[in-house]
C-alpha cells in the first residue's frame, strides 16, 4: 500500500470514527476504530459484537509457500485478470533445515522448483510482489515492510496477527478468504469480542515480551481468545519495542484470539524509521489520536473491553510453556520441580530460536549477549543451538554486527531465513523416531509432532534469551535466572540478566532483500500446470448440495483430546504435497486420535471393519459412494490456517463435523468448502457416539441462521436417540453450504 493510500485512509478516519461514535453512543477502542474506518458499507453494517457478521474492506493480503498454492488456485477460479488489493507470497515454509543456510536453500531450489515457479509465475501475471525462498519469514518481511499503524490486513497463515505489533490489525484466515479479498470481494468475519490487556510497570532483566504472551496462554487456554481482538494498552506497552509487541500479537494465534494489537507509540515510530518509512511514521504521527482508543476508553476500560487483564510487568517472572500445549505455562522457576513430578526428561537435546515469533534484532541481540557471557566464562554449550533468522534484512545485520559469529563461536548453526524446523521441516537424527526427548525453542507451537515429525519430542517454548541459557545449562532443571551451572574452573557460574539494543546502532544492513515486482503486462506471462505434477493440481469444483438430507452416515473418525490442524493435515514432509489435493489427502486425520481406541491416525472402516487408516477408509467408502461424517472434542482445528484440514475431508466424502467447539479459521475452513459445521447443545452429547452407529442430519431445506439443527443417532440394535446441534452460519455461508462451495457460489 502506497504513503498515499494510507494517507487517504487516516484521513478518512475522523468522520468515519465520529459516525461510529454516534451511532454506538460510546467513544471507541483502537480494534473498533479500525474495524469501522475498513467497514464496506458503515450504514448498512449491523454492529453485534459476538454476533455481527462483519463486512470489511482490507488493505493487503498476504500469502506463504503452504497455503499460498491453494489460494492462487482457487482465486484463479475467480477468473480476475488482477488482484484488486496489494498482495504478496513469501517463500519461507518449505525450506528443509538440515545442514545451514547456503545448502539447504540450494537443497529446497531444486526440490520445490516446479511449486516456486508457479507461485513466482502467477504473482507475476496477477500482479501479485513475489518474495524469493531464502528473503525471510512471512510474518517478519511483512512487519518490516508492510505493516502500518491502523491499517487491517488477512492473510494465509494463523500468525498474521504479528503486525500488531505495529498497530495494524492483521488476521490470520483461509485460502479461499484471501483468493476472495484479491478477487476483489468484501471480506467477512464475526464482530469479535475484545479483551483489553492494560499494562503496568516495564520489563526488565530477564523479562521479555515473550513472557507476556506465555503468561497470557496459561491464563486464557488455548480456547481464550476465540472471536475475540486483544488490545493491549497502558503505560506498561511503552516498554516494549515494536518488535516485541510483534511477538506478543503473534502468539496471541495460540490463544485462538481473531487478532492482537498496540497502540500507537514512539516505539512503533521508531521502527518505521529504522526500517526505511519515515514517511508513514510521520502520517501516523499527525493522526495518532485515530490510531489508540479514545481517552475515555483507557480511563475507565472496563466499560469498554468485554474483559480486562491486568499485567503488571514489572512483576513478571520468565515463563515456560509445554510439553505439547501452548497453555501449558508456569514460570520458569517452577519447572524443575514440575520435570521431576511428570517425570519428563529433563536433559534437553536440542535449542532453537527465530522463527516469526522472535528474530528481531533485539532477540538477536540479547540471545547473543547471554552467549557472550558464557564465551568469556569458557562455559561451553551443552546442546546442539540452532538459529533461524526472521528475514535476510536481519540475517545480513547481525552478520555485519558480530552476532552471527558469537553463535558460531558456541558451535551455532544458523539456518536458512525460513519456517525450518518450526514446521516440521528439519532433518533431525540424533535421536530415534519414537525416543521420548525433550527439546526448547523460541518458537509459538509445540503441538505433538510438530518440529521433527515424532510425538515423542516433548517442546518447550520459552524466550530466546533463556533458550540461549538452557543451551548452556543443558537441563531443564536449571533456572537461569536465580541458578548457576558449573564454570571449567569448578566453580559455579551465574548468567547476567540480557541486554541487547532494540534497533541496529547503524541501522539495518542492506542488500537484495529477495523482492520481486509483478510483470507490468501480466497477460503475457504464463502459468503452466502440468496434469503429471504430483505438487500441483487444479482444483475440480466440489459437487453441489442435492437438496437431500444427510441420512445415516457412518462416523469416519470420533477424535478424541486435542485435534489440532497438525492432528488433521500434518505439516512436515506433507508440506511437499500442499498444492495437490488428492495426494496430500493421504495425510488426513493421520494425528487425530481415535477416541474409540485411543490410536492415533487409524480405525475400523465402518462397512468392512478392517483397521487401516483413516485415509484408507475414507477412500474406500468414497469408492463405494458413502459419505461420512466427523465427530470431535473441543477447540477442533486449533492451530494453523490451512484448509486443507477442510478440503482433504470434503474431497474425500466427508458432509458434517460435529465437536464439542470450533477454532474460528477452521470452523470457516469448513463452511467455505461446503462441509456443516455444528456443535453440541449439550457437550456431553459427544459421549453417545459409538463406532458402529449410523448418524442423520434432519431439516436440511430448512437451515436458517441460529435455527438449531436436529441430529438423530441410529443404533445397530435399531433404537434411535435425537439431539440439537447449533450451527453458525449466516445467509450467505448457507448459500456456499448448497453450492457446495464458497467458489462454487461465487462463480
Ligand atoms: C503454522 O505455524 O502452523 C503454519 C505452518 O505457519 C500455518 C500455515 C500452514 O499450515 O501452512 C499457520 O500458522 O497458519
Ligand atoms: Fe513459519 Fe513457524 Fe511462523 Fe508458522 S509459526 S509462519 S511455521 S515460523
Known sequence: MSVDQVKRLYESMPAKLDQARRRFGRPLTLAEKILVAHADDFAKQEWSRGKAQLRLRVDRVALQDATGQMALLQFMQAGKKQVAVPSTVHCDHLIRAESG?????QRAINENREVYDFLHSTSKKYGIGFWKPGAGIIHQVVLENYAFPGGLMIGADSHTPNAGGLGMAAIGVGGADCGEAMAGLAWEVLDPKLI?????????????????????????????????????FGPGAESISATGKGTICNMGAELGATTSLFHFDDRMAAYLRATERGDIARLAEQHREHLVADPDVIRDPRKFY???????????????????????ARPISKLAAEVKKEGWPAGIRQTLIGSCTNSSYE??????????????????????????????????????????DTFQKIGGTVLANACGPCIGQWKRSDVGKEETNTIVSSFNRNFPGRNDGSASTLSFLTSPEIVTALAFGGTLEFDPVHGTIPGPDGKPFRFTAPEGEELPALGFAGGDAGFEAPASDGDSVQVAISPTSERLQLLQPFPRWDTRDFGELPILVKTKGKTTTDHISPAGAWLRYRGHLDRISDNMFLGAVNAFTGEAGKGANPITGEVKTFTANARDLKAKGISWIVIGDENYGEGSSREHAAMSPRYLGCKVVIVKSFARIHETNLKKQGILPLTFAKTSDYDLFEQADRVSVRGLAALAPGKPVEVVIHKPDGKTVTIQCLQTMTDEQIGWFKAGSALNALT
Open 363 to 404: 532477540d538477536m541481540k540479547r540471545a547473543a549477549h547471554i552467549a557472550m557471557q558464557a564465551l568469556k566464562a569458557g562455559v561451553k554449550a551443552k546442546t546442539p543451538f540452532l538459529v533461524t533468522p526472521g528475514s535476510e534484512r536481519i540475517y545480513q545485520t547481525i552478520k555485519r554486527d558480530g552476532i552471527m
Open 196 to 232: 483489553g490487556v492494560h499494562l503496568t510497570g516495564k520489563l526488565t532483566g530477564w523479562s521479555s515480551p515473550k513472557d507476556v504472551i506465555t503468561y497470557l496462554c496459561g491464563l486464557l487456554t488455548v480456547k481464550g481468545g476465540t472471536n475475540k481482538i486483544i488490545e493491549y
Open 306 to 328: 468485554d474483559e480486562v487483564v491486568e499485567i503488571d510487568l514489572s512483576e513478571l517472572e520468565p515463563h515456560i510453556v509445554g510439553p505439547h500445549s501452548p497453555d501449558r
Open 101 to 105: 543456510a547456503a545448502e539447504d536453500m
